[in-house]
């Protein structure tokens, strides 16, 4: 995973919704864990529920690959 993530500059992010509401009206967060990937301040893919490290890596390849 580290060499996808180092490969496209990828930042990393946990954020605690319970701390920062705002983010989760914003984002329109409904559940939790959800996890976003954003290119270019825009969301570019968004899921909810946890995530395989597999199916992480592959949906990474995906978005930011283009």
Known sequence: MYR???RYRVKLVKV???DSPELQQRFNVMA???LMMLR???VAAQRAGAVPAAS???RVEEV???
């Open 4 to 6: 996808v993530l180092k």
């Open 16 to 18: 605690n919704m319970d």
């Open 32 to 34: 939790i864990p959800t």
């Open 40 to 42: 270019r301040g825009q």
């Open 56 to 58: 992480l890596r592959a």
């Open 64 to 66: 930011l690959g283009n």
